[in-house]
């Protein structure tokens, strides 16, 4: 089911005009590179990648937490 949601919110993204890179693997976590025309950030798969999408977080706001 998560992954379901996951991949809505990718193609969300998308539809915004992001683009959509590499997915990577770090300390358990599925981190994925997402780009705007400013930004960029390697998104956690999940609850990061959700309010990303539905417009609550920015990527510069992802980026300063790691």
Not at 28 to 36: C, E, F, K, M, N
């Amino acid at each position: 089911m998560q992954s379901a949601i996951n991949n809505a919110a990718l193609e969300a993204l998308r539809d915004q005009g992001f683009e959509i890179g590499e997915s990577a693997m770090q300390d358990g976590q599925v981190l994925v590179r997402i780009r705007s025309r400013d930004d960029s950030a390697l998104v956690e798969t999940g609850p990061d990648l959700w309010e990303l999408a539905a417009g609550r977080l920015t990527l510069d706001e992802i980026a300063r937490r790691h």
